[in-house]
Every structure is written in structure tokens, then in C-alpha cells.
């Protein structure tokens, strides 16, 4: 499968040990705002990434992202299992993009006198677009589950558009060049790992 640099290069650097989603809906739920700040942050490449694999322009993608977070604020009660909540986003994010597209046509429509619109229909390339998008948050997923110096090195050698060079990653990392290489099997090894451990087998990526 193929990621997007663009997609991913802002990865979020979080701890080892992630916190599940269990917790973070439970105390969104009890009214906490950092846990609600927590959340969106989780999954905000997830809901923008999709309207842009539809063809938005980025100014409709990110109104469509609010109108998915927005939801996501009155609608979490019902989310009866937290560990679907990805599944849910992305399922929410793609009915936004149909009713977008619709109510575009509909106006593109009145403007041209005709009265009614026809019903929209999702593009036969749904079911992949969907696909790449639960495989790019099993990404996000499994980098954040690697320690904090792994997760700068596998965004500067892969999600940088263009790579940094070896040079550069090893002042940033404060290691020696020589050790890089090394450095960086350890921490494909650790993301092969995690990827694993998620149920993703494999990424032509890396």
C-alpha cells in the first residue's frame, strides 16, 4: 500500500504508551475539554484526509472537517463501542462528503432552472478510498505507539517530501551520522512490530 507524504507528514508525536479510546470518550463524555482537544487531535488527519481523497478543494475539506467534528460532539453518546469510533469517523466523514457534493449539484442545478436534483451516488472508487483511509490511521496508529525519537526518524526519512538527509536527521536526533543506519533498522523493526500488532501485515512504504 502507498501513503501520501502530504498526508502524513505532520505525525503526532505522542508517548509510548498511548491512552485507548475508551478513556478519552469516557471523559469526553464527563464533560472534560482536554480530553474533547485529545480526541479531534487523534483523528483530525482521518476526517480531512477523506473529503481530499474525494477532490475537495482544501477550503470545503476543512468545512466538511468541522461539520464531522461538530457531529462528533452531539453524537459521541451513541458510538456504543469507542474501539469502532475510527470506523464511525470515517463512515460520518463520507456521508458529509456525498451530502456536500449533493447540495453542490443542487445549487449548480436552481441556477440552471432546474427544479430538482438527482440523488448522488458514491463514485465506484468509495470502497478503496475508505480502505486507504483505515489503513493510513492504522499508520498514525502504529507510529505513535513508538518511542518519540523512532517516530521523528520515520517522518524525516519517510513522510518528508523530499527525505531529510542522513546529516540532517542525525543533528536533529542529536546521534552520530555512523549510527543511523542502525538507528534506523531498529526503529522499521519497532514500526513492523506495532503495524502488527494492530493487524496491518505489511507497508511497501518502508
Same mark, same amino acid.
Given at each position: 500500500?502507498?501513503? =501520501?507524504?502530504? %498526508?502524513?507528514?505532520?505525525?503526532?508525536?505522542?508517548? $509510548?504508551?498511548?491512552?485507548?479510546? %475508551? +478513556?478519552?470518550? +469516557?471523559?469526553?463524555?464527563?464533560?472534560? %475539554?482536554?480530553?474533547?482537544?485529545?480526541?479531534?487531535? +487523534?483523528?483530525?488527519?482521518?476526517?480531512?484526509?477523506?473529503?481530499?481523497?474525494?477532490?475537495? /478543494?482544501?477550503?470545503?475539506?476543512?468545512?466538511?472537517?468541522?461539520?464531522?467534528?461538530?457531529?462528533?460532539? /452531539?453524537?459521541?453518546? =451513541?458510538?456504543?463501542?469507542?474501539?469502532?469510533?475510527?470506523?464511525?469517523?470515517?463512515?460520518? =466523514?463520507?456521508?458529509?462528503?456525498?451530502?456536500?457534493?449533493?447540495?453542490? $449539484?443542487?445549487?449548480?442545478?436552481?441556477?440552471?432552472?432546474?427544479?430538482?436534483?438527482? %440523488?448522488?451516488?458514491?463514485?465506484?472508487?468509495?470502497?478503496?478510498?475508505?480502505?486507504?483511509?483505515?489503513?493510513?490511521?492504522?499508520i498514525r496508529e502504529a507510529i505513535g505507539r513508538m518511542p518519540d525519537r523512532c517516530q521523528r526518524l520515520v517522518q524525516m526519512l519517510f513522510?518528508? !517530501?523530499?527525505?531529510?538527509?542522513?546529516?540532517?536527521?542525525?543533528?536533529?536526533?542529536?546521534?552520530?551520522?555512523?549510527?543511523?543506519?542502525?538507528?534506523?533498522? +531498529?526503529?522499521?523493526?519497532?514500526?513492523? $512490530?506495532?503495524?502488527?500488532?494492530?493487524?496491518?501485515?505489511?507497508? !511497501? $512504504?518502508?
Amino acid at each position: 500500500m502507498s501513503i =501520501t507524504p502530504a %498526508e502524513l507528514q505532520q505525525v503526532e508525536r505522542r508517548p $509510548k504508551q498511548e491512552c485507548p479510546d %475508551e +478513556r478519552i470518550v +469516557r471523559e469526553c463524555l464527563a464533560g472534560s %475539554e482536554g480530553a474533547w482537544s485529545e480526541l479531534i487531535d +487523534r483523528y483530525k488527519n482521518l476526517i480531512y484526509s477523506i473529503p481530499l481523497k474525494y477532490g475537495f /478543494s482544501r477550503d470545503d475539506a476543512a468545512d466538511i472537517f468541522q461539520e464531522v467534528c461538530i457531529g462528533l460532539v /452531539s453524537q459521541l453518546a =451513541t458510538v456504543k463501542d469507542p474501539k469502532a469510533l475510527p470506523k464511525w469517523l470515517m463512515q460520518v =466523514t463520507a456521508h458529509k462528503c456525498f451530502h456536500w457534493n449533493n447540495k453542490a $449539484k443542487r445549487t449548480t442545478l436552481l441556477e440552471d432552472g432546474v427544479e430538482d436534483a438527482p %440523488e448522488f451516488q458514491a463514485p465506484p472508487e468509495v470502497v478503496e478510498i475508505m480502505r486507504q483511509s483505515e489503513q493510513e490511521q492504522a499508520i498514525r496508529e502504529a507510529i505513535g505507539r513508538m518511542p518519540d525519537r523512532c517516530q521523528r526518524l520515520v517522518q524525516m526519512l519517510f513522510f518528508e !517530501d523530499p527525505p531529510r538527509p542522513y546529516r540532517e536527521v542525525a543533528s536533529d536526533l542529536g546521534v552520530a551520522i555512523g549510527s543511523i543506519g542502525l538507528f534506523r533498522q +531498529r526503529c522499521i523493526q519497532q514500526l513492523r $512490530k506495532a503495524l502488527s500488532e494492530i493487524g496491518v501485515q505489511s507497508i !511497501d $512504504k518502508i
